[in-house]
């Protein structure tokens, strides 16, 4: 079973909506799609699962997918927490996240050249940037 995480924002934008589809696509019979949001802290922001997953199944309908809304203050450190505590086999994030989630994962890992290759090796995870 492969487990993907799928990225958005809230209220759901062009990327977000192209993140989930992409995570659909990906989604096999009996694979495991999460769709995450992250609250930020420092914005105020109080969105619930059920607020997401309302506003994707308008969007899409109902899909096979586990809703995790989290909090945090910084958005690429809460994004790799969530995928180590998922076990997650594919990342998928949004073209306007990778060049932050680039580099502060590279941080967090203490990399700076391959970034995918080390979380495939790290984390048993792909790195999925959808443009």
């Known amino acids: ?38 609250s930020l802290l420092q914005n105020g922001d109080r969105i619930s699962r059920s607020d997401l997953q309302a506003a994707v199944e308008a969007e899409f309908g109902e899909i096979p997918a586990h809703y995790v809304v989290r909090r945090g203050y910084v958005l690429e450190e809460a994004i790799v927490d969530e995928a180590a505590r998922q076990n997650a086999d594919h990342v998928l994030v949004g073209k306007t996240k990778r060049g932050r989630l680039r580099r502060r994962v590279a941080q967090l890992l203490g990399l700076y050249p391959d970034l995918e290759a080390e979380l495939a090796e790290s984390l048993g995870t792909r790195l999925e940037i959808v443009a």
């Open 1 to 38: 079973m492969t487990t993907t995480l799928v990225t958005v924002r809230y209220p759901l934008t062009a990327d977000s909506y192209r993140t989930i589809e992409r995570g659909l696509d990906a989604h096999d019979e009996g694979d495991s799609l999460i769709v995450l949001h992250i």
